[in-house]
């Protein structure tokens, strides 16, 4: 069974504040993903990355920084959190394979909420 | 203009009855198209996928595309409340990047 598990479920934290959202996968997937999902927008792109030290910017990634220092496990930096940046957070993994509709299994999602 | 545009309801049925949850999409280009379920509280899974046009059944599901008219439809037969999700639909971008729906709330009443 594919696993996707973030470190938080719900975090809290002030304007201002760096803060490191985690995902780690257990299927040895090439791909992760951040995405955030807010009401009426759907899920939006943030960054991924296909490999170790590999990254590339999705739709939104302004204010946002990302690390992959091993296969498994993909890190997401609000460098100086902001009230708009309260969202849920979703990460997602999936094999980098000849198909290009590859699924994508995501974890249950972080609520971010800045004060 | 979205590309991908979806209704976000709520969409109250009772139970039994047939749903039909949509999508319209404004590239022409976009050949994969899928539906993903979530739960409250939990992250999106997938459903169902199709290629190009026609239709695809999994069970009580269906997924239908209409390349022509550019509009996607899952259709859910005898719904039953542990059917009681958002679903969103999503489409493979020029980029291989997935192009989501803003999900739709499905309820269906016992």
């Known amino acids: 069974d594919v696993k996707v598990t973030q470190s938080s479920r719900y975090l809290v934290k002030r304007t201002g504040e760096k803060v490191f959202l985690e995902c780690v996968q257990d299927m040895d997937h090439e791909n992760m993903f951040w995405y955030r999902q807010d009401p009426g927008l759907g899920l939006r792109l943030i960054y991924f990355?296909?490999?170790?030290?590999?990254?590339e910017k999705g739709d939104i990634p302004e204010g946002y920084s990302v690390s992959r220092e091993k296969k498994e496990r993909f890190s997401l930096i609000l460098e100086s959190a902001s009230t708009n940046q309260t969202s849920m957070y979703l990460c997602a993994s999936s094999f980098f394979g000849q198909g290009v509709s590859d699924e994508q299994f995501f974890g249950p999602g972080t609520r971010l909420t800045v004060l | 203009q979205k590309e991908v545009e979806q209704d976000p309801g709520p969409l109250s049925v009772p139970e039994g009855a047939i749903v039909s949850l949509n999508c319209t999409y404004s590239n022409s280009a976009f050949q994969y198209f899928m539906w993903y379920r979530q739960y409250s509280r939990k992250g999106p899974e997938l459903l169902m996928y199709?290629?190009s046009s026609g239709n695809k059944e999994d069970g009580r599901f269906t997924a239908q595309v209409d390349k022509s008219s550019k509009y996607i439809s899952l259709f859910i037969r005898d719904s039953q409340p542990s059917d009681s999700a958002t679903y969103l639909c999503a489409m493979l971008g020029s980029n291989y990047q997935l192009i989501w729906g803003a999900g739709t709330k499905l309820i269906i009443k016992p």
């Open positions: 990355s296909y490999d170790v030290k590999m990254k």
């Open positions: 199709t290629y």
